[in-house]
C-alpha cells in the first residue's frame, strides 16, 4: 500500500511557495494587494501592483524536478481559471480594469534548502 501525503504538509508547503513568491515579488518593487483570493471561477494565489499594472500571480512549487517543472503544471485549463478569477476579481475593482496580465512563479527547492530557485515568467497567457 503506497503511503498516502499528509493533508497538512501539501498546504504548508503551498503557503511556504507562496511567501517566497510574496517576497520576491516585494524585492521586484510590487506592492502585493491580496493573498489567496477566492472567486466564483476559482483562487488568485496573489494579487499585486507593478506600477500601474495588476498582476494575477499562479504560484507552483516542486521540492526538485523529478516529476516535471514546476510551470508545467500551468496548464490550458488551469490558465483559463485565471483568465475567468481575474475578471472576476476586476468586475468588483473597476478602478484597475484597464492594465492586467497573468504571471507564473515557479518555486523549486524546499524549507531548509539552500537551492531555492525562483522563476518568474510575466505575461504567461
Keep these: 500500500m503506497k503511503?498516502?501525503?499528509h493533508p497538512g504538509r501539501n498546504q504548508f508547503i503551498g503557503?511556504?511557495?507562496?511567501?517566497?513568491?510574496?517576497a520576491f515579488l516585494e524585492s521586484k518593487g510590487f506592492k502585493v494587494l491580496a493573498?489567496?483570493?477566492?472567486?466564483?471561477?476559482?483562487e488568485i494565489d496573489l494579487i499585486a501592483l507593478d506600477k500601474d499594472t495588476v498582476v494575477?500571480?499562479?504560484v507552483k512549487i516542486r521540492s526538485h524536478h523529478h516529476a516535471g517543472y514546476p510551470e508545467e503544471a500551468?496548464?490550458?485549463e488551469k490558465m483559463e481559471h485565471m483568465i475567468d478569477s481575474a475578471e472576476s476579481?476586476?468586475?468588483n475593482h473597476p478602478e484597475y480594469e484597464?492594465?492586467?496580465?497573468l504571471d507564473v512563479i515557479a518555486v523549486t527547492g524546499s524549507i531548509?534548502?539552500?537551492?531555492?530557485q525562483i522563476e518568474w515568467f510575466e505575461n504567461a497567457v
Design 89 to 91: 476579481w476586476l468586475q
Design 15 to 22: 503557503k511556504w511557495g507562496e511567501d517566497c513568491a510574496f
Design 56 to 58: 494575477f500571480v499562479e
Design 112 to 116: 531548509n534548502s539552500k537551492n531555492l
Design 98 to 101: 484597464h492594465n492586467w496580465r
Design 3 to 5: 503511503d498516502q501525503p
Design 74 to 76: 500551468v496548464t490550458e
Design 35 to 42: 493573498r489567496n483570493v477566492r472567486t466564483p471561477e476559482g
